[in-house]
């Protein structure tokens, strides 16, 4: 990778950041392609569990995709490459549509999370920010709308109500906002931002690897389903966790009264 995204291990957590500060951490083509790659590189590795994404800087997590990197026809519309590397792509970011990851993500937002990079950061699990951050979907104002998962998670995550004024409007919302509707789950000094996420993935990275992933997998596929059907998916992912060893060093763990030692098998 380039120096445009910084990929960390610690222990089993994996730090993924944006470092193009002086773009406000907006992505061209090769940084997104870049974050793909650090997304698969996450997923693939068995030795890591949690991962955290940020932007490097203290102004911008994300302002979405750096549109002065690509060209527009005289119609104004986006040329080919763009439409063929996001929209009918893996999205901006890599994990907003077509990568499935059912490790635990938190997205540390320090600042800016706008257009593509809220997007980004729906995209996560748990998401903290910063006093300063400030969030939109700014589609709208240039004429088109959310592309990359915007109008389908957001409505999840803070109801129709909510998503509707983002969406519709254009308008920002600062963290309080956030906070409020639930975008984002808890708000932190600046300083203390990306200590704050990664000691909470660490966290995340003591418990039981297979339950976070089968119940992130029930949470996502049963959107949408009928409540029986959701259901029978959610008790089979239990009877399928009853014949794992880590259900068998944590219940021992729990008798024993000591720390278990998952190993995610």
């Known amino acids: 990778m380039s120096e445009d995204i910084l990929f960390e291990r610690d222990n089993r ?13 907006s992505l061209d083509f090769a940084a997104n392609d870049e974050l793909v790659e650090a997304w698969r590189e996450f997923n693939a590795d068995d030795g ?20 002065k990197t690509y060209t527009m026809d005289f119609a ?20 907003t549509r077509g990568m499935e990851i ?9 600042g800016f999370a706008i257009s593509g990079g809220l997007e980004l950061a729906l995209a996560a699990d748990i998401r903290f920010c910063s006093p300063n951050a400030e969030f939109a979907l700014q589609d709208v104002k240039w004429g088109f709308h959310a592309c990359d998962g915007g109008l389908i998670r957001l409505p ?18 600062n963290a309080e906002h956030a906070m409020r509707i639930g975008l984002v789950n808890r708000i932190y000094p600046l300083d203390q931002l990306l200590q704050e996420a990664r000691q909470y993935a660490q ?5 039981a690897p297979l339950p976070q992933r089968f119940a992130k997998e029930v949470m996502k596929r049963s959107v949408g389903l009928p409540m029986e059907e959701a259901l029978r998916m959610e008790s089979r992912s239990f009877y399928d966790l009853g014949g794992t060893e880590d259900i068998a060093e944590g219940t021992a763990s729990f008798r024993e009264k ?8």
Not at 48 to 67: E, I
Not at 258 to 265: E, I, P, T
């Open 203 to 207: 966290m995340l990275a003591k418990r």
């Open 156 to 173: 999840q995550i803070v109801g129709h109500g909510n998503a509707m004024e983002i969406i519709l409007s254009g308008e920002r919302i």
């Open 48 to 67: 890591l569990q949690v991962a955290v994404v940020t932007g490097a800087g203290g102004k911008s997590f994300c302002a979405g995709a750096d549109l």
């Open 258 to 265: 000591r720390d278990a030692n998952f190993q995610g098998k």
């Open 13 to 25: 957590v994996a730090i993924i950041t944006i470092n193009r500060a002086d773009k406000m951490n």
């Open 76 to 95: 104004n519309r986006p040329a080919p490459e763009f439409r063929s590397r996001y929209t009918n792509g893996l999205g901006i970011g890599g994990i």
């Open 102 to 110: 059912y490790k635990p993500i938190v997205a540390a937002i320090n």
